[in-house]
């Protein structure tokens, strides 16, 4: 057995976070709010021997006197802390890093051992759904231990002190309370040596308390510069101008993302929340004051870079290749230690990319909600999606010190915002030893370079979730480790974090920022593999095995499996398939027991089981996100195999015919004869034309009667995807019994280059269908058709438009993420329109409904000019893609490179969603450079575009 290494603590993380293992992962949520709530396991006081009260204080669990604090836990185990009931405070601050969380409470007067750490493990209370914020005074019920030792901080967990079991409880009582007073400390009082020392009286009294550190400081030195002994990253130590003796720990990593001050640089004051924990090089224990975020240092700062990352690439330019000026195609996300300065944040000759030299351009600098530390940046990148972009910023000020210019700093990221398909598709490299890793994860089990994903919410285990492509195809699925909120299934998510190979599968972890796109629907499992598929091991180097591999992480469901064993409630157990041989097992897997309580079905019995394939160990599991996706039924007869031949061999567009053929030829005892025609389906949802003619005889000349069956050809052509051996089943019923039959073809055609595998439509907006005519064909009019089914469904968008290429197509308000449209090409309309086949079908995509008055814009619908289509203007007409957040007065503006005024239109009353406007003015426009402005509230959104001859 292999076993699956630790967890290894987050890049670039606080030394001291304690890392989470796969095999402490849960799932209980609760949120109690109002009258007191309790989770299944009771909160008595504890054991009489402890004598603990029934409503205990943060006093009674932080002071170390024994006779005044018989619950602290250094008079016990810390494996068997005291269980109390309802410690109430006021949250004073966060740590919402991933992938282990908690906040701080204190007594609401402040005073010494009135505040304490509450551990919430695996899940984020401050993001949805608990939505806790500073100030929220709440009620919290638990265990009480220290860690990482006797000698470390004290805290407040859930019951099984297991961080990935979300058990505890906590009651939110009201909200905006004032935080407790700061006490005021000196460098001397919180001097950084080894505890416990002379003063760890007076730091550990302060522990989880706000404090502030007054009188001109200034920095000494930082983890930047190292030295012995080493400070913990992202941490610098102050002392006192007036008295440089004794210095004090600043943490800028454990609750933020805080670049250290440079040496010498001078601090009015800093305040804080006092931690106590190991730190230095060679390590040891000393308490330290855990900045919450920039804001918590006073004085005339600099802001910094900290992270950078693509969150949006739906723009109207092309995805790949040279852009025109102004035709962004992905939007960067910005993050600054502090506040940025408005001015000098959204000049955007102040950020360069690495890929400048090549062409890529800075478009558009916007500071997001007008104030604060995020920069939205419009890019126009000539790197594919997939390849390593830098941004590089410098020049910016911050909010109390405009004239406090950063130096140049520079994050790396992967460009573009990917679909799981293409982070889990093999690194070639990796292939070469038979091992099959993701190109973005580090070496080893290290995170990659910060990436973007896209992907709907497919199942929940604890702190590991998991999300699919729309499409479902294979190499379609993905886990997220320690999300910053939970994964909804059917939700549509961008997601930022790193790649890691973790125990075999691969992982999102580091998640830095979580989008929620809204409800769309979860792809249906794939239940076309079997076990032996689905737990194939085999060594893939040519990527020509259908095998586990491709499937990872994926929904899928499992028919007929039968029960291998007997075992206990909330226990795993094994299943024997594929039916009816049951000759392999698969492990049915509580996966972070989402099982808890569930009895297994007896031995033999014959079940259905939809779950995520897991890899763990060694091997691949089928997980169950809860007791009702294992369905127990009688078994049904295995389905008949079919021999099936199609014809023609190959479909293209120089292929002609109204029909397809199909040769049916059962084996004995069955006979042809017995083919109910009227259940045959061609790829699930092709029937047999009724129109065709169906002959009953022997095409193959074997001397065993078979049956020729005709299909429409364009419905065949739009059921089945493009490659040179494409699969094309057959299923239907024979005598009463199922039967299925496989043959594969070759099919060839153009492709839609837009809308792309993925991508994300609103209703009512207007996006271009793009296509490509392969060479050699003649390039009649074309039609183009939509279905929001996956193709099971089409109807009309267009008929006999001219083969341009590009199409500019009103997107329905119909919400599905299983979209397609198809390209025919016709015959003149002299000739009636005849349709000679099927220029291209595109991959699946999502569409949104338009958002109605009153409800809440999603987040991809904020102020915002999407751009000019096209752009650049060429044919003198300029039509504008640009989104409203509500239904407010909002104003769209066209200006020269002067700033003059050229027009103006009132656009308020087009209501919250993406919209589009002809600017017919653009027709007197001269060739040139041309910028668009939109206003609405206090906010305001630019983009240039460029006019031709």
């Given at each position: ?9 987050e ?29 299944r ?93 500073l ?28 961080q990935?079991?979300?058990?505890i ?9 004032p ?14 040596i ?56 600043i ?8 670049t ?15 931690n ?5 090089n ?57 506040r ?21 351009t800075?478009?558009l ?19 594919r ?9 410098g ?17 790396t990221?992967i ?11 093999a ?44 499409d ?13 909120a939970?994964i909804?299934?059917?939700n ?10 973790f125990?075999?599968?691969?992982e999102?972890?580091?998640?830095v ?11 249906a ?56 041989a049951?000759?392999?097992t698969i ?12 009895a ?26 809860s ?49 109910d025609?009227?259940?045959?389906r ?23 009667p ?22 094309v ?7 009463g019994?199922?039967f299925?039959?496989?043959d594969?073809i ?8 837009a ?8 209703g ?38 001219p ?20 390209v ?18 595109s ?6 409904a338009?958002?109605g008055v ?7 619908l ?9 752009n650049p ?10 989104s ?6 909002a104003?769209l ?7 003059r ?42 983009a240039r575009?460029?006019?031709?001859r």
């Amino acid at each position: 057995m292999i076993t699956a290494p630790a967890r290894v603590p987050e890049f670039s993380a606080n030394p001291y976070r304690r890392s989470l293992t796969k095999a402490l992962l849960a799932t209980a949520l609760l949120l109690c709010t109002g009258s007191s709530a309790y989770s299944r396991d009771k909160y008595p006081p504890g054991p009489p021997y402890r004598n603990c009260p029934d409503t205990l204080r943060i006093y009674d669990v932080q002071q170390p006197d024994t006779l005044l604090a018989p619950c602290h836990p250094r008079v016990f185990s810390p494996a068997s802390g005291d269980t109390v009931l309802g410690i109430k405070g006021i949250i004073i601050g966060f740590d919402a890093k991933p992938a282990a969380y908690a906040f701080y409470i204190q007594n609401s007067q402040g005073g010494p051992y009135n505040g304490v750490q509450v551990f919430t493990g695996a899940y984020n209370w401050k993001a949805v759904p608990y939505s806790l914020n500073l100030g929220d005074s709440v009620a919290v019920y638990g265990t009480v231990q220290e860690f990482p030792s006797l000698n470390g901080t004290t805290e407040i967990e859930g019951p099984d002190v297991v961080q990935s079991t979300n058990d505890i409880v906590i009651r939110k009582i009201s909200s905006g309370n004032p935080l407790p007073p700061f006490q005021v400390l000196t460098p001397t009082s919180m001097s950084w040596i080894p505890s416990p020392n002379a003063t760890s009286a007076i730091q550990e009294q302060w522990e989880a308390c706000l404090v502030r550190v007054r009188g001109q400081l200034r920095v000494g030195r930082t983890s930047v510069q190292g030295g012995r002994p080493g400070l913990p990253f992202g941490s610098f130590l102050v002392v006192s101008v007036a008295s440089p003796s004794d210095s004090t720990l600043i943490d800028g990593n454990a609750l933020t993302t805080f670049t250290p001050p440079a040496v010498g640089t001078l601090i009015d004051s800093l305040q804080g929340i006092v931690n106590q924990g190991p730190s230095g090089n060679p390590s040891f224990t000393s308490y330290r004051v855990q900045v919450r975020d920039s804001d918590d240092l006073f004085g005339p700062f600099a802001t910094s870079l900290t992270d950078a990352y693509p969150i949006d690439d739906s723009f109207t330019g092309p995805p790949d290749g040279p852009h025109a000026l102004g035709t962004s195609n992905t939007r960067v996300r910005l993050e600054f230690g502090r506040r940025v300065d408005v001015a000098t944040a959204e000049d955007e000759r102040n950020y360069s990319l690495a890929s400048k030299i090549d062409g890529s351009t800075v478009d558009l600098a916007t500071v997001e909600g007008g104030g604060g530390h995020v920069v939205l940046l419009d890019i126009t990148s000539v790197r594919r999606d997939g390849d390593i972009e830098t941004v590089t910023a410098g020049g910016i000020g911050s909010e109390i010190c405009p004239d406090c210019l950063m130096a140049n700093q520079s994050r790396t990221f992967i460009n573009g915002v990917l679909d799981v398909k293409q982070v889990q598709a093999a690194d070639e490299d990796s292939l070469t030893v038979c091992v099959d890793r993701s190109r973005f994860a580090g070496a080893g089990t290290s995170p990659g370079t910060r990436i973007t994903v896209r992907g709907v919410g497919v199942g929940q285990f604890g702190s590991l979730q998991y999300m699919e492509d729309a499409d479902g195809a294979d190499r379609s699925g993905i886990a997220i480790f320690g999300p910053r909120a939970p994964i909804v299934v059917g939700n549509r998510y961008l997601v930022a974090g790193q790649i890691l190979e973790f125990g075999g599968e691969t992982e999102i972890v580091n998640n830095v920022f979580l989008g929620d796109l809204g409800a769309v629907r979860a792809p249906a499992p794939r239940d076309d593999k079997n076990i032996t598929v689905l737990t194939d091991l085999t060594c893939d180097a040519a990527q020509n095995i259908d095998n586990g591999e491709d499937e990872e992480g994926m929904l899928v469901k499992v028919h007929d499996l039968r029960v291998a064993e007997r075992r206990a409630v909330g226990q795993s157990f094994l299943a024997a398939g594929p039916c009816c041989a049951f000759e392999d097992t698969i492990l049915i897997s509580s996966l972070n027991t989402v099982l808890d309580g569930y009895a297994p079905p007896d031995s033999g019995s014959i079940i259905d089981v939809t779950g995520i394939l897991h890899f763990a160990s060694g091997t691949f599991r089928l997980c169950p996100r809860s007791p009702s996706d294992v369905v127990v039924h009688a078994l049904e007869p295995p389905p008949i195999s079919m021999t099936f031949d199609f014809s023609p061999g190959t479909l293209n567009l120089a292929s002609r015919g109204k029909w397809v053929t199909g040769f049916l030829e059962p084996a004995l005892p069955f006979e042809a004869r017995d083919i109910d025609i009227s259940s045959i389906r061609l790829n699930g949802t092709v029937p047999v034309d009724p129109e065709a003619p169906t002959v009953l005889g022997d095409h193959d000349g074997n001397g065993i009667p078979d049956l020729t069956v005709k299909f429409d050809r364009l419905a065949v052509e739009l059921a089945v995807t493009e490659g040179d051996s494409v699969p094309v089943r057959i299923k239907g019923k024979l005598d009463g019994h199922a039967f299925i039959g496989t043959d594969t073809i070759r099919v060839g055609r153009g492709r839609i280059a837009a809308p792309r595998a993925g991508s994300h439509l609103a209703g009512g907006s207007v996006a271009q269908v793009r296509w490509e005519t392969p060479g050699g064909v003649v390039a009649g009019p074309v039609s183009l058709l939509f279905s929001p089914d996956g193709g099971v469904n089409w109807s009309t968008i267009a008929r006999q438009r001219p083969n341009t290429g590009s199409f500019d197509w009103t997107v329905p308000s119909v919400p599905t993420d299983q979209a397609k449209v198809a390209v025919l090409l016709e015959s003149p309309a002299e000739t009636g329109a005849i349709v000679e086949g099927v220029l291209g079908v595109s991959p699946a995509f999502s569409i949104g409904a338009t958002v109605g008055v009153g409800d809440p814009a999603p987040a991809q619908l904020a102020l915002a000019i999407r751009g000019a289509i096209p752009n650049p203007v060429a044919d003198g007409r300029l039509r504008v893609e640009f989104s409203l957040r509500d239904g407010s007065q909002a104003r769209l503006e066209l200006m020269d490179v002067a700033g003059r005024l050229l027009q103006a239109r009132q656009v308020g009353t087009f209501g919250p969603g993406i919209h589009a406007l002809d600017l017919t003015a653009a027709r007197a426009l001269q060739p040139g450079i041309y910028f668009l402005r939109l206003t609405q509230g206090g906010s305001v959104a630019r983009a240039r575009v460029a006019v031709l001859r």
